[in-house]
């Protein structure tokens, strides 16, 4: 599975942005599909997650505001950020697995990544 993430960029505190996750190569029905960011200085973390299921997970401080999307006609899954905060600043990917059982928020849970893109919010 190939993926590519785009849609990022600036975005002022209290707006909104969407990041997609292209997929080529499989099915994202067939995958399971996880954000995870990394700021400057700090590790790669979980975002959220939309199991081949259906089924989704959020982070503590995105939940409410974040929302993870699939659209298996376009094999892609979305992240709608709403009212970003200046700590969601980060470099967002998206990886994708096909391993049914597994911790969703862990990264070496992944099988595949596609490249970052960058989401700056200001204040």
């Known amino acids: 599975v190939q993926l590519q993430a785009s849609g990022g960029g600036w975005v002022q505190d209290g707006g909104s942005l969407t990041l997609s996750c292209a997929a080529s190569?499989?099915?994202?029905?067939?995958?399971?599909i996880g954000w995870f960011r990394q700021a400057p200085g700090r590790e790669r973390e979980f975002v959220a997650a939309f199991g081949w299921s259906g089924n989704t997970k959020y982070t503590d401080p995105v939940k409410g505001r974040f929302t993870i999307s699939r659209d298996n006609a376009k094999n892609t899954v979305y992240l709608r950020m709403n009212s970003p905060k200046p700590d969601d600043t980060a470099v967002y990917y998206c990886?994708?697995?096909?391993?049914?059982?597994?911790?969703?928020?862990?990264?070496?849970?992944?099988?595949?990544w596609g490249q970052g893109t960058q989401v700056t919010v200001s204040s």
């Open positions: 190569g499989g099915s994202v029905r067939s995958n399971t």
């Open positions: 990886g994708a697995t096909t391993v049914v059982r597994g911790r969703v928020t862990e990264e070496n849970y992944y099988r595949y």
